[in-house]
């Protein structure tokens, strides 16, 4: 759960933000006593630094917050406002006059993130420090933002024996329920009768049945499909991954994971819009009727597969999934995946890698990215690599060899069964956070969703 802001600004304690190049000025207003007592304390303004002013009686007067320099803030997101969350026990105001709106509202949003505790197996205590909504920002918008992000966190850092595709689709169905969306689910051999072929053949080997989660929101606006990848646990299947590879496959749902916490944003805020989430939830596992390297697969939009490796499942579960959403001709279709390693090689974990032909939603999550801190890299659908796709006795090629490109060519297979919609985009993201940062401890996390959701009004015409 993210934590929220204090609506209450009476005896909240002041918080002056000071800038690297304005630390003189800032000692300088303050009294003698106090200026010694942040000298004496090497105070230097870093970003993310914090000095409490004593008020003599054993209080804190005010607290010094470091924004750093220019460039430090643009190396480090979130810094500042994880620092006032982890301020002591109290209720803080941030004086933000001399702060540049998007600075104020990347230091609120840090704030709320910095709260976040995985805590369903273990006691673990939220940090007390409350803050007063800084000046001329939506405390409530901010609030629907942190919360999409943290269920994003808490999916993909549940466990795969608690996070299977049942219990992907309960997640799902609670989100429906909460806002009034529509909910229809395809499970086990139905998916056959309902021409799913590639999700239930991904998904047949496992004891959990695979499932096509279909849930529907909204009653007027423009139609906007998400796509979201649910493994939700991949052990490579026939081609199965060594140990070191399967360690973080529970994973391999971020995909789904931020899809949903998307859908929650969209739905709190309540935009505009006719909203649709597919999400094809599987766990790829072995057993005697796992789909099998060499296997020829017909997708549901009559495209053959061969499979030459039973560890690119992703994009079969998908293509099913985004043949059924083109269908409906949405006005805008993104696809969302931990789709692939070569991403992470191009990019690192940081980034969101994004595929799009319409420069108009490539200019738009650009803009948008940069106002969130939610960074986001376009990637190219390279037509010349088209020919890597194409296997000598099927249309398509799951996996093909030679190590290059391997993004990009899961982009074009994608886009393949996107086919009929003018505005996609695919996303090929990492979903997990290594090391600690600031606002994002190690683990689950969301990536392109703050980025999609503020793009919104600009990629439907409306901003």
């Not at 009294?31 to 304390?41: F, I, T, Y």
């Amino acid at each position: 759960m993210a934590r929220q802001f204090s609506p209450d600004a009476s005896s909240a304690i002041r918080v002056i933000p000071v800038a690297n190049d304005g630390l003189e000025a800032a000692l300088s207003a303050l009294q003698p006593g106090q200026a010694e007592w942040v000298r004496r304390l090497g105070f230097s303004a870093g970003l993310g630094e914090t000095c409490l002013l004593p008020d003599g009686q054993g209080g804190i007067a005010a607290v010094l917050a470091g924004r750093g320099t220019s460039g430090a803030r643009l190396r480090k997101r979130f810094a500042l406002g994880a620092a006032l969350a982890a301020l002591p026990d109290g209720l803080y105001r941030l004086d933000a006059g001399a702060m540049p709106m998007v600075e104020r509202e990347e230091t609120a949003l840090g704030f709320l993130l910095a709260g976040y505790r995985f805590d369903r197996y273990r006691e673990n205590p939220a940090p007390k420090a409350r803050l007063v909504v800084p000046e001329g920002l939506d405390a409530a918008a901010l609030e629907i933002t942190a919360e999409g992000e943290c269920l994003t966190r808490d999916l993909i850092n549940t466990p795969p024996n608690d996070m299977g595709p049942e219990q992907l689709e309960n997640a799902a169905r609670a989100l429906a329920d909460r806002f009034g969306a529509a909910m229809a689910v395809t499970t086990g051999e139905d998916l056959l009768t309902t021409n799913f072929p590639l999700i239930h053949a991904v998904g047949r080997a496992a004891t959990r049945a695979p499932r096509l989660i279909d849930m529907r929101w909204g009653e007027s606006g423009p139609q906007v499909t998400l796509v979201g990848k649910g493994v939700c646990f991949d052990t490579g299947g026939l081609n199965l991954k060594p140990g070191a590879s399967m360690g973080l496959m529970k994973k391999d749902m971020g995909g789904a994971a931020t899809v949903l916490g998307l859908t929650r944003m969209i739905m709190a805020a309540g935009v505009n819009l006719r909203l649709r989430v597919l999400i094809p939830a599987v766990e790829n596992a072995v057993a005697g009727d796992a789909f099998r390297p060499g296997d020829i697969l017909t997708a549901r939009n009559g495209l053959t597969v061969e499979v030459n490796n039973t560890d690119a499942e992703g994009r079969l579960v998908l293509a099913d999934a985004l043949s059924l959403a083109a269908e409906d001709a949405p006005d805008l279709m993104i696809c969302m995946a931990t789709l692939t390693g070569a991403a992470r090689v191009a990019v690192g974990p940081d980034l969101a890698p994004f595929y799009t032909d319409d420069e108009g939603i490539a200019a738009s999550l650009a803009e948008a990215a940069t106002q969130v801190a939610d960074p986001v890299w376009r990637m190219p659908f390279h037509l010349p690599y088209e020919a890597m796709l194409e296997p000598a006795i099927a249309d398509l090629d799951n996996a093909p060899g030679g190590g290059f490109a391997g993004s990009i060519t899961a982009a074009l297979f994608l886009r393949r069964f996107a086919a009929g919609v003018d505005r996609f985009a695919h996303f090929d993201i990492y979903g997990w956070q290594p090391t600690d940062a600031p606002a994002r401890p190690k683990g689950g996390v969301g990536q392109g969703a703050r980025a999609i959701f503020a793009a919104l009004p600009r990629m439907l015409g409306d901003g």
